[in-house]
């Protein structure tokens, strides 16, 4: 079977994002299991280039022109054909050119020329600036897509015991005071299924074991610490055993206590505690500081709910440190091997099997 197909949009130039796809592209395992096309602009990805290899020319830099690139550019863009972007400092016009990259790779893959995208970082700040309002990179994905059910959701796979972490949340990035307004059985329902889907349809989990937490500390402790797990979190929860008999959903966890055991099977012997396939945290630091905290030069973001698959990885775009030759690509090759492997999934267990072959013998 061929390989997966993915673009990869190269993200906002004054961030980490040109660098991380660069020296990501150098470990040929990345291209043995995707057919790989880099969207992004070559001028600056050659300056990109030629920069690194002057202040690290100890570091692996793939040149640009040994790549299967898409050049984007447009009328204005530049001047003198060169992108006036500098490492470090965000402006609209980055803002603009990592839009157009993320536009022209979704288009990419609905023209049937590859089967994800993978994104790196951009600044929604810079898009903002450049006219772009959006709260980020996932909401353009899906107004393209033409889906309104999609949920952000991170996974990881431990460098110490091979155990693989998948959490999704209720919700993102909306102010902790309002989580209470945002979560509705309705929402609790959409994002629920989405993740049954996703397990089914992209890991091959046909009766998955999912851990659902509570929202107040103690899931509440029976109403002392907060009403919402009593007046509908529970009833809710029965429910969704009715709607969902091929899975054995757990909870509702008290938040303090439900990352114990995925700790435990990152660090230490996966065999020895009981895990769940997927948790399901109800706001964006419930699920993000634990998984951070296992898992940050190596998670990635991947949207759920598309018909294609897309995988970004878990960091920013790291304006301080950008130019520099010091950002760490894992979370990018992370990226990169997770979405040929949903892909492979899509398209059948050969495909898929080709896939973590190389990616075991790379690791």
Request: glycine share 8%.
């Amino acid at each position: 079977m061929s390989r997966p197909r993915l673009a990869i949009a190269t993200g906002d130039p004054a961030g980490i994002g040109p660098e991380v796809v660069l020296k990501a592209l150098t470990h040929p395992d990345l291209h043995q299991i995707a057919d790989i096309t880099v969207v992004g602009t070559r001028s600056h990805l050659l300056d990109c280039y030629q920069r690194l290899r002057e202040v690290r020319p100890d570091v692996a830099i793939a040149h640009p022109n040994d790549l299967n690139l898409l050049d984007v550019s447009w009328d204005g863009w530049s001047e003198k054909g060169k992108a006036v972007c500098h490492p470090g400092q965000e402006t609209a016009l980055s803002g603009e050119m990592s839009f157009r990259y993320l536009e022209t790779a979704i288009a990419h893959v609905l023209e049937g020329h590859a089967d994800g995208v993978v994104t790196a970082p951009i600044a929604k700040s810079a898009w903002k600036s450049a006219g772009h309002h959006y709260p980020g990179q996932t909401e353009l994905l899906a107004e393209k897509a033409g889906v309104d059910r999609f949920g952000m959701m991170f996974v990881a796979r431990s460098p110490h015991t091979g155990w693989m972490l998948r959490t999704l949340l209720a919700t993102t990035h909306i102010p902790l005071q309002a989580v209470p307004a945002a979560l509705t059985p309705d929402v609790m329902t959409r994002k629920l299924d989405l993740l049954c889907e996703c397990l089914r349809q992209d890991f091959g989990i046909v009766a998955p074991r999912i851990a659902i937490s509570g929202l107040n500390p103690h899931s509440g402790e029976q109403g002392q610490l907060g009403d919402e797990e009593q007046a509908w979190l529970y009833p809710w929860l029965q429910d969704m055993g009715d709607r969902h008999p091929q899975a054995t959903l757990d909870g509702l966890v008290p938040p303090d206590t439900l990352w114990v055991k995925p700790g435990q099977a990152w660090f230490g012997n996966r065999h020895s505690v009981s895990t769940h396939d997927a948790y399901l945290a109800l706001y964006h630091d419930q699920g993000l500081i634990p998984v951070k905290l296992m898992a940050f030069d190596r998670a990635v973001n991947t949207t759920i709910g598309l018909p294609f698959v897309r995988t970004s990885p878990d960091h920013g775009t790291a304006f301080d440190i950008a130019g520099r030759g010091i950002a760490d690509p894992t979370s990018m090759m992370e990226a990169v091997r997770l979405g040929a492997e949903l892909v492979a999934q899509r398209l059948g267990r050969e495909a898929i099997a080709q896939v973590q072959s190389h990616s075991s013998s790379a690791n």
